[in-house]
């Protein structure tokens, strides 16, 4: 049994409630009964068969744990304003909404919730709002969504559990990444996403400071080095593409598309004597004679021409006489 996050008790040992901490889980309650909460910080009401959240009122209430529940909606919260922590996973909630009054929860848990087959929970744009600046965790996992879009306002999140969903358009969480400019945690295993190539590289270039990914390390260097490799790509993608086939006319249509770029890079090249990426705007286009190869121009040579004999002695041009014959 636990008291405080990540702090367990000896089995059989009672836990006394305090001023500070009052502790009401385990006890098959099916309603929140009434409490002396002007002191009161922490309230333990986990694993009970509560429908409905009531009874809470209170102004230095800081964690409610209300998981393993049967509560359906999120209401009777107005008195809990400057609640931080709240803990509604596994109870059967298709909609989240009536946070609007708490602007300082900084903590969200409301992870796999029982809802009928085929149904995923929603969000409400109003209760996103209202949680906007404060919130930084939130985990909703196991809850069929299939689409994060009504998240994007999360700008101040830290750390996002949503595994276990169905999330499927890896573009769109991208986008959505770029927004929250603070994540360090993220986990989307068990998501149609994650299957897709390069899901982690996306990722990862899409992210501003993420630290891990799926319970996975991203270390400084490798985030540097998939953002400058994303950035080259765009880089490129946004240049002119030219199509050498297009500049180079009456290519045989036989010829492989490898191919006929190959032999229009080459004729251009030996056209216009340049290298690199082609910016160069083409009157003529060359074209290519079918079945006349391209003979090779021989080099000048030092052998003399019949004609320019006269300028020669009579001598020298006896002795050559034999070879213009």
Same mark, same amino acid.
């Given at each position: 049994?636990?008291?405080?996050?990540?702090e367990?008790?000896?089995?059989?040992?009672?836990?006394q409630?305090?001023k500070?901490?009052l502790y009401?889980?385990?006890?098959n309650?099916?309603?929140?009964p009434?409490?002396?909460l002007?002191?009161?910080?922490?309230?333990?009401?986990?694993?009970?068969?509560?429908?409905?959240i009531?009874?809470?009122?209170?102004?230095?209430l800081?964690?409610?744990?209300?998981q393993?529940n049967?509560?359906?909606?999120?209401?009777?919260l107005e008195?809990?304003?400057?609640?931080?922590?709240?803990?509604l996973g596994?109870?059967?909630?298709?909609?989240?909404?009536?946070?609007?009054?708490l602007?300082?929860?900084e903590e969200?848990?409301?992870?796999?919730?029982?809802?009928?087959?085929?149904?995923?929970?929603?969000?409400?744009? #109003?209760s996103?709002m209202? /949680?906007?600046? %404060?919130?930084?965790? +939130?985990n909703?996992? $196991?809850?069929?969504i299939e689409?994060? !879009?009504?998240?994007?306002?999360?700008r101040?999140?830290t750390?996002?559990?949503?595994?276990?969903n169905?999330?499927?358009?890896i573009?769109?969480?991208?986008e959505l990444?770029k927004?929250?400019?603070?994540?360090k945690?993220a986990w989307?295993q068990?998501?149609?996403?994650?299957k897709?190539h #390069?899901?982690?590289?996306d /990722?990862i270039? %899409?992210s501003?400071? +993420?630290?891990?990914? $799926?319970?996975?390390?991203?270390s400084? !260097?490798?985030r540097?080095f998939?953002?400058?490799?994303?950035n080259n790509?765009?880089?490129?993608s946004?240049?002119?593409?030219?199509?050498?086939?297009?500049?180079?006319?009456?290519?045989?249509?036989?010829?492989?598309?490898?191919?006929?770029?190959a032999?229009?890079?080459?004729l251009?090249?030996?056209q216009?004597h340049?290298?690199?990426?082609?910016d160069?705007?083409?009157k003529?286009?060359i074209?290519?004679?079918?079945?006349?190869?391209?003979?090779?121009k021989?080099?000048p040579?030092n052998?003399?021409?019949k004609?320019?004999?006269?300028?020669?002695p009579?001598l020298?041009?006896?002795?050559m006489?034999?070879a213009?014959?």
């Amino acid at each position: 049994m636990k008291t405080k996050e990540g702090e367990l008790l000896p089995r059989g040992r009672k836990i006394q409630n305090s001023k500070t901490h009052l502790y009401y889980d385990h006890k098959n309650l099916k309603a929140i009964p009434q409490m002396n909460l002007s002191t009161a910080c922490v309230i333990y009401l986990h694993n009970n068969a509560i429908s409905q959240i009531e009874n809470i009122q209170s102004s230095t209430l800081c964690a409610l744990y209300l998981q393993c529940n049967n509560i359906s909606e999120i209401k009777n919260l107005e008195e809990v304003k400057n609640l931080k922590k709240l803990y509604l996973g596994n109870n059967e909630i298709c909609v989240l909404e009536g946070l609007n009054q708490l602007g300082q929860l900084e903590e969200l848990h409301i992870e796999k919730q029982n809802l009928p087959m085929g149904t995923s929970l929603c969000f409400d744009p #109003r209760s996103i709002m209202c /949680i906007s600046k %404060s919130l930084k965790v +939130l985990n909703i996992s $196991d809850n069929g969504i299939e689409s994060l !879009s009504g998240l994007m306002p999360l700008r101040h999140l830290t750390s996002l559990c949503a595994s276990n969903n169905r999330l499927k358009d890896i573009e769109e969480t991208c986008e959505l990444l770029k927004f929250w400019f603070y994540l360090k945690n993220a986990w989307f295993q068990g998501n149609p996403i994650s299957k897709k190539h #390069r899901y982690r590289e996306d /990722i990862i270039a %899409s992210s501003y400071c +993420l630290d891990f990914l $799926d319970d996975k390390p991203v270390s400084p !260097s490798s985030r540097n080095f998939i953002k400058c490799l994303e950035n080259n790509k765009l880089k490129k993608s946004s240049r002119p593409s030219i199509d050498l086939t297009q500049i180079v006319a009456s290519a045989p249509d036989n010829y492989p598309p490898p191919l006929k770029n190959a032999v229009s890079a080459s004729l251009i090249h030996s056209q216009l004597h340049i290298f690199g990426p082609l910016d160069v705007h083409i009157k003529n286009p060359i074209s290519i004679v079918r079945g006349k190869p391209r003979l090779k121009k021989k080099p000048p040579h030092n052998r003399l021409n019949k004609e320019d004999s006269h300028s020669f002695p009579a001598l020298f041009a006896y002795g050559m006489g034999s070879a213009w014959k």
